[in-house]
């Protein structure tokens, strides 16, 4: 029951790969990865949900093992990445399911539910902002890019890109270095080097600034719909800052908001913590 099957399927005309895991009949619980990574960051935190749920983690477009499709062909915003997404919900006949979004999956996952809430059953949010005060001086390169997108300042953000920068993100904030796999930022680094990625990557550097200009759309949708909400953040992220867990509760009452005193990607050294986290939130039935 809680074997991984690796899947593919054609979503538009776009190739998406997934993981899943969990009874067909079971709660589903959607996984929405970030950047630079891919749905391999949940390969343990799977088996330890797949009992009581569905889970199913799909590879966005352009990362992992998905298509990367030419910029030509395919405009990379995270409006774009979002209707693939729904539509991939779709394809799998996943009708109402549980999110877990993690940095790039939250603007992703966050449009969805705005945009079909009687689908999103709940929201599990690990170092996925919606708040303006989330965000750390670590943006100001990139907040320079959204300013002003000359060709100067987006190539200034190829530093960005490189495997020393990847693994920055990984340990920054993280007491244990040793118990980072390097599984997990080597095969990004891998699929940064498929030809096209960087600008691939470039151009959502410069479409995140949609995502912040709809951080008031996100709140409203809280607001409105109070959805049942678990922030699990990594509270050394040198991005996304505790400041954007804590403001879930400005606009969700019964929002619930837990600390690990890790970095951005909580799962490499904090898994077991998290996966029990979500199994006291999450009901284990429709």
Same mark, same amino acid.
């Given at each position: 029951?809680?074997?991984?099957?690796?899947?593919?399927?054609?979503v538009?005309?776009y190739?998406?790969?997934?993981?899943?895991?969990?009874?067909?009949?079971?709660?589903?619980?959607?996984?929405?990865?970030?950047?630079?990574?891919?749905?391999?960051?949940?390969?343990?935190?799977?088996?330890?949900?797949?009992?009581?749920?569905?889970?199913?983690?799909?590879?966005?477009?352009?990362?992992?093992?998905?298509?990367?499709?030419?910029?030509?062909?395919?405009?990379?915003?995270?409006?774009?990445?979002?209707?693939?997404?729904?539509?991939?919900?779709?394809?799998?006949?996943?009708?109402?399911?549980?999110?877990?979004?993690?940095?790039?999956? @939250?603007?992703?996952?966050?449009?969805?539910?705005?945009?079909?809430?009687?689908?999103?059953?709940?929201?599990?949010?690990?170092?996925?902002?919606?708040?303006?005060?989330?965000?750390?001086?670590?943006?100001?390169?990139?907040?320079?890019?959204?300013?002003?997108?000359?060709?100067?300042?987006?190539?200034?953000?190829?530093?960005?890109?490189?495997?020393?920068?990847?693994?920055?993100?990984?340990?920054?904030?993280?007491?244990?270095?040793?118990?980072?796999?390097?599984?997990?930022?080597?095969?990004?680094?891998?699929?940064?080097?498929?030809?096209?990625?960087?600008?691939?990557?470039l151009?959502?550097?410069?479409?995140?600034? @949609?995502?912040?200009?709809?951080?008031?759309?996100?709140?409203?949708?809280?607001?409105k719909?109070?959805?049942?909400?678990?922030?699990?953040?990594?509270?050394?992220?040198?991005?996304?800052?505790?400041?954007?867990?804590?403001?879930?509760?400005?606009?969700?009452?019964?929002?619930?908001?837990?600390?690990?005193?890790?970095?951005?990607?909580?799962l490499?050294?904090?898994?077991?913590?998290?996966?029990?986290?979500?199994?006291?939130?999450?009901?284990?039935?429709?």
């Open positions: 029951m809680n074997a991984i099957k690796y899947n593919r399927v054609d538009d005309g190739g998406v790969a997934y993981r899943e895991a969990g009874p067909a009949n079971a709660p589903a619980l959607l996984l929405l990865h970030g950047f630079p990574t891919s749905s391999h960051m949940f390969r343990d935190l799977i088996p330890k949900l797949a009992d009581r749920y569905r889970v199913v983690a799909p590879d966005l477009p352009g990362f992992g093992q998905s298509d990367l499709p030419s910029r030509e062909e395919f405009k990379y915003t995270f409006s774009n990445l979002a209707k693939v997404m729904t539509r991939f919900t779709e394809v799998l006949k996943l009708d109402r399911f549980a999110i877990y979004v993690f940095d790039y999956g @939250s603007p992703t996952g966050l449009r969805m539910a705005v945009e079909h809430p009687e689908r999103v059953t709940a929201i599990i949010t690990q170092n996925g902002n919606a708040y303006v005060e989330g965000l750390s001086d670590g943006w100001n390169p990139i907040r320079a890019y959204w300013k002003e997108p000359s060709q100067a300042n987006r190539d200034a953000l190829r530093a960005l890109l490189t495997p020393e920068t990847t693994y920055w993100q990984y340990t920054t904030g993280v007491k244990e270095r040793s118990l980072v796999s390097p599984d997990g930022y080597n095969l990004d680094n891998h699929y940064m080097t498929r030809p096209g990625a960087h600008e691939v990557q151009d959502l550097f410069l479409d995140y600034a @949609s995502n912040v200009d709809m951080y008031p759309e996100f709140q409203a949708y809280f607001r719909h109070q959805p049942a909400l678990l922030a699990a953040w990594g509270s050394g992220d040198p991005f996304f800052l505790p400041a954007g867990a804590e403001a879930f509760k400005r606009d969700i009452k019964d929002a619930k908001v837990t600390f690990f005193d890790t970095g951005h990607f909580a490499e050294t904090h898994c077991d913590e998290i996966a029990a986290a979500i199994r006291d939130f999450l009901p284990a039935e429709r």
